[in-house]
């Protein structure tokens, strides 16, 4: 019974974006537009902004399957909805978020993985957390089997619990330092980008020489970076409380929202919703022949 929107992707003339056009964007100095998107409607407002990345996060678990965190997502519920955002997106790059479970195993199981983003979800390429070694390798060996993938490090979600919850990380100088190592270590790996996460500018700023052919997109790491992240749900403000120190709200559409729901719900108990001119009218004629069809069915049975 539900209708599907009415936008559309976007017709514009803007030719698709490109690893290598990511990588001329940072060499240019050009700021690098990457957004969360989850379904269909939240692709396409993606696509009419021409955002050049289009991250299906593992955020979705919290924002639009209503876990607690990130970690329950199943690949299969991944899937659906990097399946949903494909449908509507036609010019950028689209990167599905590896669910927790699904590539720590081994080489194998991360290739096989990131072989159904590709295949059954129609991405560009997959991102995976952590810098460290386990997932240095994971990174590599997807790289080697010719799928593209984006690194993560800082805050990870989907480890918050051993990195002492969600809060900001690397606000020590050993903290800082490991986190440009491992950074650098997931460029080494052939990472066409990497994400920074809720880390201190001063680290930002001074990892941000050290990595020259990955396109570093930031998520409360400061202004240095090659681009800038926002879950959609954050920006746009459907959710409940305030968020993130580092979300700034572009509108406020949970209120938004419940207000409508509200009202609707309000006329449909007042009985003033469906008014007239929401129903659909039968001429006089049809009307009366509706009325004798009836009484031939009653007389009939």
């Known amino acids: 019974m539900s209708s599907r929107p009415n936008a559309s992707a976007s017709e514009s003339d803007r030719a698709p974006i490109t690893l290598p056009g990511l990588r001329a964007m940072k060499a240019a100095g050009e700021p690098v537009v990457m957004v969360t998107a989850y379904d269909y409607p939240s692709a396409v407002a993606a696509e009419?902004?021409?955002a050049d990345i289009?991250?299906?996060?593992?955020?979705?678990?919290?924002?639009v399957l209503g876990y607690d965190s990130t970690v329950p997502a199943t690949l299969d519920e991944m899937l659906m909805l990097t399946?949903?955002?494909?449908?509507?997106?036609?010019?950028?790059?689209l990167i599905g978020d590896l669910p927790f479970g699904s590539y720590e195993v081994s080489d194998e199981q991360a290739i096989?993985?990131?072989?159904?983003?590709?295949?059954?979800?129609g991405c560009h390429g997959v991102k995976l957390e952590r810098g460290g070694r386990t997932s240095v390798a994971r990174a590599r060996a997807i790289v080697d089997a010719g799928i593209p993938v984006m690194g993560?490090?800082?805050l990870t979600p989907q480890t918050a619990t051993a990195l002492g919850g969600y809060k900001a990380q690397g606000r020590t100088g050993a903290e800082g330092a490991t986190i440009v190592e491992q950074a650098a270590a997931l460029q080494d790996a052939g990472c066409f980008s990497i994400v920074l996460e809720c880390i201190p500018s001063p680290v930002t700023e001074a990892l941000m020489p050290r990595i020259n052919s990955s396109v570093v997109i930031g998520i409360g790491a400061g202004p240095a970076?090659?681009?800038?992240?926002?879950?959609?749900?954050?920006l746009l403000g459907i959710r409940e409380g305030k968020g993130a120190k580092f979300v700034k709200r572009y509108a406020?559409?949970?209120d938004a929202m419940d207000a409508g729901v509200r009202a609707y719900a309000e006329e449909v108990r007042s009985r003033a919703y469906p008014a007239p001119e929401h129903g659909y009218a039968m001429t006089d004629d049809e009307i009366i022949a509706l009325?004798?069809?009836?009484?031939?069915?009653r007389h009939a049975g």
């Open 225 to 234: 970076t090659d681009g800038q992240v926002l879950v959609f749900h954050d």
């Open 83 to 93: 399946r949903a955002v494909r449908r509507g997106l036609r010019t950028p790059i």
């Open 252 to 254: 406020d559409l949970q």
């Open 152 to 154: 993560h490090v800082g």
């Open 48 to 50: 009419h902004a021409e």
């Open 112 to 121: 096989e993985t990131s072989m159904r983003f590709v295949k059954e979800g």
């Open 291 to 297: 009325k004798v069809a009836l009484d031939d069915w």
């Open 54 to 63: 289009v991250l299906v996060g593992d955020s979705g678990a919290m924002t």
